[in-house]
């Protein structure tokens, strides 16, 4: 994995390519380079910075070039050796780098090549005998690429940072600001700046060269690449071992030593399994006694270490708690992340990648399990909707019971801050995606002293009730599952880590997605239920049976301090903010710290908003 940034002018205009390159240091420590030139009636800037993974000689470098065809690139391609021996045989390769397999087959096959790929990848592609750059990110959004546009120019970079230390201006879009409350991420391809955009998953987007005309296509949608599963559930648990198996293998490529993150849980514990003969580390962050009681949760760190003892792997554990969660943490989080992102999770991933990073350069992590086995509690809410609504009146006889639930105080915390949200979303407009969302919906929008446009977003995907699974499928896989993504990106590469995440395996995205609900969702509500039953007979008891826990930093508890909260939230600096109503961050501050409701999200979304760099 690497950094990239470029920038095409189509009018006079400076873009600092070294302050760029410089701002990503941390994405591509090894090597760093660029060219200038000027193509049709354009001026092209490419550079890259690079973390050497495969093929650690000079001759992997970039910008690479050949007959005419120049390419940066961030990322992996997993089956390269396989495309290079299938389609590449007479070819001469002057490296062993899945770089320039990239760049042969474009030059073969043109755009048409990134059908043949399995991997996660960000790339820019100067191609000047047609006179264009293709940019192109990956089916799933792994990698990040951020496209600014003003004064009828366009850059593109692995961060945003690489703009303004180029030199370019990020102004605030406050109309963002609100769902940035809401969601706690800003959805769909926005940020919170109005020349910066996000190139979706999937999408190629093309700049002629000589008449600065963009043109965007989709070359994957998980709607149309799924084929519904006609097999038994026996044959579906078989298919889904050997699809994982080869996905984790392909992501074993590489010229360096490769870790996993090992938490304990489900997720990390299958991928560990398929690991476990080779010379692997496993790194898991362990949360303090204190704050598990405090939080109400369990102790990830116990299963992880008993795992670890059973099947001898080199396991190395990192202690996260109150004691790590400092404000320059919390700064330097959202300096990682400067495409921001409430999420406390941020912080201990920091943590336990810093500390893998001083040995490795490659980490495997179980990210994306939970959205296409349908393993979050949203979607045991929906499922006990969709039963609750099978009886005339219950909803309605439910939702006041369940909103009046205290939740952040009293025995069994974890369980009663849903049964509160439930509760509170219960009836109400786009149920399926307020579920998913983390926080409370209502709280957020009167925070915000403007109107978000949060039906907007939700409308695409929640306007047909007879597709309400399918929709939050595409709404999680385009929103939710991104900002993780962003998220794992953003702590591992700022310690040049990169991450590898074997259940995005496009081909096992599309065989999950072609699933029958009950297969993933039991109607007895057991969550992710084929890859429980996939792995009966490998995995322990105390790993499928056990309650899931989320992995962060324990928010709720330091934010429940009124000392700690004013410290890090002063009310002024809420205030400066300008689009905050202050009455209502009273209430939801009296609120959390009475325990009457867990608004952790929302504060640390402000905590967010007030550490900003752009400030």
Known sequence: MCGIAGHIGFKPSHFDMPSALKAMTHRGPDFGAQFTEVVGNSTVQLGHRRLSIIDLSNAGNQPMHQDGVSLVYNGEVYNYQELKSEHLKQEQFLSDSDTEVVLKLYIKFGAD????????????????????????????????????????????????????????????????????????????????YKEVNRLPPGHTLTIDL????????????????????????????????????????????????????LSGGLDSSIIAWHIRHGKHTHYCAVKEAADLRMEGTTDDGFFARKLAEEWGLNFQE???????????????????CDDLIADGSIIPAMLIAEQAAQSHRVVLSGMGADEIFLGYNGHLLLRLTQYASAIPGLKSLLAPMLRSVSAGKGPFKAYRRYLQKWGNNLGRDFEAGRFSIVGDLDSAVALFKGAPRYAEIFEPYFGNEAQLWEGLLMFETDNFLVKNLHYLDRSSMAFGLESRVPYLDHELVEFAAGLPLDYKLSPSLSSKRILKDAYLEVLPRYITQRRKAGFGMPLRSLLANKDALAQLLPEGEVEKLGCIDMDQFRSVRSAHISGRMDQSALLYALITLIFSPDR
Not at 318 to 336: D, F, N, Y
């Open 210 to 261: 000589l008449s600065g005309v963009t043109s965007e296509s989709k070359y994957w949608d998980i709607s149309t690449a799924t084929k519904p599963f006609r097999g038994s559930y026996t044959e579906a648990c078989e298919l889904l071992r050997a699809i994982l198996k080869q996905a984790v293998e392909r992501r074993l490529v590489a010229d360096v030593p490769i870790a996993s993150y």
């Open 318 to 336: 990192l202690p996260i708690g109150l004691a790590q969660l400092t404000p320059e943490h919390m700064k330097r989080a959202v300096w990682a």
């Open 113 to 192: 090549f990134v059908h043949l790929l399995n991997g996660d990848f960000a790339m820019a592609i100067l191609d000047r005998n047609r006179n264009e750059v293709l940019l192109i990110r990956d089916r799933l959004g792994v990698k990040p690429l951020y496209l600014h546009r003003a004064n009828g120019c366009i850059a593109f970079a692995s961060e945003i940072k690489a703009f303004s230390a180029a030199g370019l201006s990020l102004t605030r879009d406050e109309s963002e600001v609100g769902n940035f409350l809401v969601f706690k991420y800003t959805p769909l391809q926005r940020t919170l």
